[in-house]
């Protein structure tokens, strides 16, 4: 990979044929690369210009609008240059190799994946937690997920990390104010009332973790595989929860002859449903080509979050889907699922029954798949709350937890029968670089600034 600092273009648009694609450029200096492709008159910043795209030779590429953003002001904080021509692959690729062309004295290259994001956040455009909410946009897959991504975007995410970081610091720059002063150590904790205000951060960390777990849901969704023998079911209820006719149902058995994938959400939580092919027991698979299937499917079932045992309620369980219970992997939550009450004559409902949770339902007439959905949501974990979530990454959630840890361990320190206010402070501080990798501004600069600008030493 290519990172230098030298100015960088690419098409900025998705691949493909639209109504308008855009060609875009950033560099320090941009300059020469306009008077290059637009004459001597260049171009007025952040003005759209409607002008046409030339070759080097005075032919026409296509006409479009032209749009300068002069450094700072720009997403990377460089100048960028954006050309917004029609949106056809090649005639995109034809201007990007112009503006490459153009240039080249520059040392105008391709722009790395997410390069330009990259730039923005060197040069203090967006923080880290903000340029992944960027990805994190384009990537969203749900209203629900986009939403959240951008208020992340916004900085609403950052913002609230950047308190959490600013309460560690003004409670590790009064313990380390006093570690210099060894006759002030002496109820300090009392005085400060150190106690209470790292109480009031591990209550607000938790509460951040809690919207922070609760986007993640958003972000990730929930891995479901769809067992059972042919016929039980599956496709049908697979239907049912998604509301469109996605898999094949037929009354033939085994018609289900690959995994299908089909992502649904449940208020707003993407459920990617994987409907396996009749599966058996690892041990036994009748020839190769069906060992090699029942291998793959086994391997989908232990990615899950959670497997949905499919069984016909009419019939009772048979010895192969005892078999197949026998072989699930410990630690992914199995939901029974009894289909076709309509013939057994059961009513829907869940039941708690040897450490299993069975639920009654009729994917074919659609009765019981709330009772389903519910117990999905439950299983996710998602609490329907009133707050904003923040659409965090494993890294966020991760360096929360991990924040948390060393706050608690601070607390241990703070204790009664302890008090070691130099221990007690490295947990604030390493609670703190926890916490600062989510925007990615910790230096220890930032805190010696903050400990001399805010605190007179020299009382
Ligand atoms: P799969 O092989 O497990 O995917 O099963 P399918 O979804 O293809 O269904 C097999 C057959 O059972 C089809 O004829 C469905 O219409 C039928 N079926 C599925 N669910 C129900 C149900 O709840 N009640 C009844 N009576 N039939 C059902
Ligand atoms: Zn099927």
Redesign the pocket.
């Known amino acids: 990979m290519n990172l230098d600092s030298s100015p960088i273009a690419a098409i900025a648009t998705a691949p493909g044929r639209g109504g308008i694609g855009v060609v875009r450029a950033s560099g320090k200096n941009l300059q020469a690369l306009i008077k290059a492709l637009f004459g001597e008159t260049g171009l007025k910043p952040r003005h759209a210009t409607y002008i046409p795209f030339k070759q080097a030779d005075g032919s026409i590429i296509d006409q479009g609008i032209a749009i300068w953003f002069k450094g700072p002001h720009s997403y990377t904080g460089e100048d960028v240059l954006e050309l917004q021509g029609h949106g056809g692959p090649i005639v995109l690729q034809i201007l990007l190799a112009r503006v490459l062309e153009a240039g080249e004295d520059l040392g105008l290259r391709l722009a790395e994946p997410g390069e330009f994001t990259r730039r923005a956040y060197l040069n203090d455009k967006l923080d880290l937690a903000q340029a992944e909410a960027v990805a994190d946009l384009i990537d969203a897959s749900t209203e629900a997920a986009a939403k959240s991504a951008s208020q992340s975007l916004s900085g609403a995410f950052s913002k609230t990390v950047n308190t959490l970081v600013d309460s560690v610091t003004n409670l590790r720059m009064l313990v380390e104010a006093t570690l210099d002063f060894p006759e002030e150590e002496i109820d300090f904790l009392e005085k400060s009332n150190a106690r209470g205000q790292l109480k009031g951060i591990v209550d607000a960390l938790e509460q951040v973790f809690k919207q922070a777990a609760q986007g993640a849901l958003l972000r990730e969704g929930l891995n479901v595989v769809l067992v ?10 697979l239907n049912a929860l998604a509301g469109n006719d996605v ?5 033939i ?4 002859r690959d995994k299908v994938t089909e992502t649904i959400q449940i208020e707003g939580i993407p459920l990617n449903i994987i ?1 396996t092919a ?1 599966i058996r027991a690892p041990d036994e698979a009748v020839d190769v080509v069906e060992r090699i299937g029942i291998e793959r499917t086994w391997g989908e079932v232990g990615k899950a979050d959670v497997i949905l045992h ?1 069984l016909d309620a009419d019939h009772g369980p048979s010895r192969a889907d005892e078999n197949i219970t026998a072989a699930f992997p410990a630690g992914v939550p199995v939901l029974r699922i009894w ?5 057994s004559g059961h009513k829907p409902g869940v039941d708690q029954m040897d450490d299993a949770t069975h639920i009654y339902l ?4 659609h009765i019981g798949i709330d009772l389903l959905r519910k117990e999905l949501l439950r299983i996710a974990g998602w609490q329907q709350t009133g707050e904003s979530l923040y659409l965090a990454r494993e890294r966020h959630l991760i360096a929360l937890k991990n924040a948390g840890a060393h706050l608690e361990r601070a607390g241990q320190h703070a204790a009664q029968d302890d008090q070691s206010l130099d221990l007690f402070a490295e947990e604030l501080r390493l609670a703190q670089v926890q916490l600062s990798s989510i925007t990615g501004a910790f230096s220890s600069d930032d805190l010696l600034g903050v400990i001399f600008s805010r605190f007179c030493i020299g009382k």
């Open positions: 059972g023998q042919p016929n039980v079911g599956k496709s049908s209820l898999a094949i149902v037929t009354p058995a085994g018609t289900t409907d009749g499919l289909n076709k009450i309509d013939l009729s994917a074919h007439e």
